[in-house]
């Protein structure tokens, strides 16, 4: 087993460990390059230096405490990362030497998808380029993102780890990062958060579906086992990329979901009438209410009451409005104001940082 490296920063996990019951396991770890190790879980009971860069660690399981069954280590290495640069088409991957074949794998299966997302969202894309990362602490259960900053989408980054999950996994993880590319060439803004994710899973598994790799429909399966569950979907429709709830999971499920069920009643065509109203519009999207509006056009019947079913709200700014219509109350006005210029400058904080959809 070896770790995923990028150059500083080295990520170790071991396979589940087993071993049979009353007795003790002693595990040896042999670590080369090391810098300094970040944080192990658990703790080795042993630490050796074989010489100046090589760490031997030594780890004991009882029988007792069954329930760590994994090791973890996060760690930095020494060395200069020797980044490759890979072109196939339209798409660049940026990828250390190691990885080249997987960025290449990646890039062939994009090429290969292209065609059906080009057409699904009736637009083409120029030059995306791809980047992997190894895990830092807290990072693991993120497959991929891509940096957002309000005017324009950064680079693709891949999570290296998930390269040792079923066929599949990996895969969604890169299409549906390729998606919210898609999304934003038509106008979508990733301010309507729930919509960029929702389309981004749907389609992905869509796609890897139709190429057949099992962990597709494991994927698939366990969004809708969760999602018919929900009784409610409407708390995504405040989701953006400035804050992240706790429970994202539900985010993720709750969004997809919306895309389940309006291909269940309407059929797959909706979305391909959907992604060319919006093309053709050349405005950006930033509300749920106006891809609702459209949904009601290209239907002709009311959407709306399916949303306000499903407990969105399906205002936007209706309720300032209101409130500004009472002028004699002019110090609730102020105080209004203030909380308004308040926002504003967080939301100016927000525009400059860069987020990850
Ligand atoms: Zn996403």
């Known amino acids: 087993m070896s770790s995923l490296i990028y150059e500083p920063n080295a990520y170790f996990m071991s396979p589940h460990i087993m071993f049979s019951l009353n007795e003790n396991a002693l595990i040896k770890i042999l670590l080369q390059n090391v810098e300094n190790i970040e944080y192990y879980y658990p703790k080795p009971y042993k630490e050796e230096k074989i010489n100046e860069k090589t760490l031997l660690l030594y780890f004991i399981f009882r029988s007792f405490s069954q329930r760590i069954n994994r090791i973890e280590i996060y760690y930095k290495v020494t060395g200069k990362v020797f980044l490759e640069k890979v072109k196939i088409n339209r798409f660049i991957g940026i990828t250390p030497l190691r990885y080249k074949k997987i960025m290449e794998n990646i890039l062939f299966l994009y090429n290969e998808i292209y065609e059906n997302l080009s057409k699904i969202f009736h637009t083409n894309l120029e030059n995306v380029s791809v980047r992997f990362f190894t895990p830092k602490l807290g990072e693991v259960s993120i497959q991929g993102y891509t940096p957002f900053n309000a005017s324009s989408l950064g680079d693709i980054y891949l999570n290296i780890f998930y390269i040792r999950f079923i066929k599949g996994y990996f895969e969604q993880a890169a299409i549906h990062e390729l998606i919210h590319h898609f999304l934003w060439s038509i106008g ?168 990850k959809i």
């Open 188 to 355: 979508i803004s990733p301010e309507v958060l729930w919509f960029h994710e929702g389309a981004a899973n749907f389609f992905s598994i869509y796609l890897i579906k139709r190429i057949g790799f099992e962990g597709a429909e494991m994927i698939e399966k366990d969004f809708i086992n969760k999602g018919k569950k929900m009784e409610y979907l409407g708390f995504i429709e405040s989701w953006t990329p400035y804050h992240q709830p706790i429970n994202m999971q539900d985010y993720y499920i709750a969004s997809y979901m919306v895309f389940y069920y309006l291909n269940e009643t309407y059929g797959f065509e909706i979305f391909e009438k959907l992604f060319y109203v919006i093309n053709e519009k050349k405005e950006i999207i930033k509300e749920t209410s106006e891809i609702v509006h459209i949904l009601n056009d290209i239907t002709g019947e009311d959407t709306s009451k399916k949303f306000l079913e499903w407990g969105f709200s399906l205002s936007n700014g209706n309720y300032y409005e209101k409130i500004f219509s009472y002028k004699n109350q002019i110090i609730e006005s102020i105080l209004i104001s203030l909380i308004i210029i308040f926002i504003a400058l967080i939301f100016r904080i927000a525009i400059k940082r860069k987020f």
